[in-house]
């Protein structure tokens, strides 16, 4: 399979076979893959058993119908997970697990930094985020109500509808008292 990638500093097209790609040039190329294709994101899950009844879950998908790039990202990071959706062959790597995005995904991506402001800015985030977990934060009502409002920002202007919101967590308390 042949790949062409756009060199930033040099302006000029390549076309370079998956064996000629060094590991910078690979890095590079991932990363706007992901770019493109990426998502960084923070979902909630009701756990009776949780101190606060909220599981907060970290994860970062890229979705393709090419495995075979999914495949090379999945290599570089030496993790996560790829699944195929039946009805329509979409493969996507999924990573949540806290370890693997702690030590693997968000290093790769500071070192192999994301150029749209968008996607950086998602990415900024989701490590903002991810730094209040690797502290507790997340375990306490004051951790959680940031970690909530820091993810109302991620992703801001998607067309999709979160499973849980704020408000979902922190319902707005109503006085039961008439002021007249």
Same mark, same amino acid.
């Given at each position: 399979m042949l790949i062409f990638y756009?060199?930033?500093?040099?302006? $000029?097209? +390549?076309?370079i076979s998956r064996k000629g790609f060094s590991r910078e040039e690979k890095g590079w190329f991932l990363?706007?893959?992901v770019e493109g294709?990426?998502?960084?994101?923070? $979902?909630? +899950?009701r756990k009776n058993d949780y101190k606060l009844g909220w599981q907060v879950v970290l994860s970062f998908n890229v979705s393709q119908k090419d495995k075979e790039i999914l495949e090379l990202l999945k290599k570089e990071l030496n993790c996560g997970i790829i699944k195929v959706r039946k009805f329509d062959n979409l493969h996507s790597l999924d990573i949540t697990n806290?370890?693997?995005?702690?030590h693997k995904v968000i290093p790769y991506f500071q070192k192999f930094s994301l150029f749209s402001s968008g996607k950086r800015k998602n990415f900024e985030i989701f490590c903002q985020?991810?730094?209040?977990?690797?502290k507790g934060s997340h375990r306490t009502t004051n951790g959680l109500k940031k970690i909530l409002k820091l993810r109302e920002e991620l992703n801001k202007g998607k067309a999709r509808k979160r499973k849980y919101e704020y408000d979902d967590v922190?319902?707005?308390r109503k006085s039961s008292e008439t002021i007249c």
């Amino acid at each position: 399979m042949l790949i062409f990638y756009y060199m930033v500093k040099i302006r $000029s097209v +390549r076309t370079i076979s998956r064996k000629g790609f060094s590991r910078e040039e690979k890095g590079w190329f991932l990363a706007g893959f992901v770019e493109g294709e990426g998502s960084f994101n923070v $979902s909630l +899950r009701r756990k009776n058993d949780y101190k606060l009844g909220w599981q907060v879950v970290l994860s970062f998908n890229v979705s393709q119908k090419d495995k075979e790039i999914l495949e090379l990202l999945k290599k570089e990071l030496n993790c996560g997970i790829i699944k195929v959706r039946k009805f329509d062959n979409l493969h996507s790597l999924d990573i949540t697990n806290p370890n693997e995005i702690i030590h693997k995904v968000i290093p790769y991506f500071q070192k192999f930094s994301l150029f749209s402001s968008g996607k950086r800015k998602n990415f900024e985030i989701f490590c903002q985020i991810t730094n209040l977990m690797k502290k507790g934060s997340h375990r306490t009502t004051n951790g959680l109500k940031k970690i909530l409002k820091l993810r109302e920002e991620l992703n801001k202007g998607k067309a999709r509808k979160r499973k849980y919101e704020y408000d979902d967590v922190f319902p707005i308390r109503k006085s039961s008292e008439t002021i007249c």
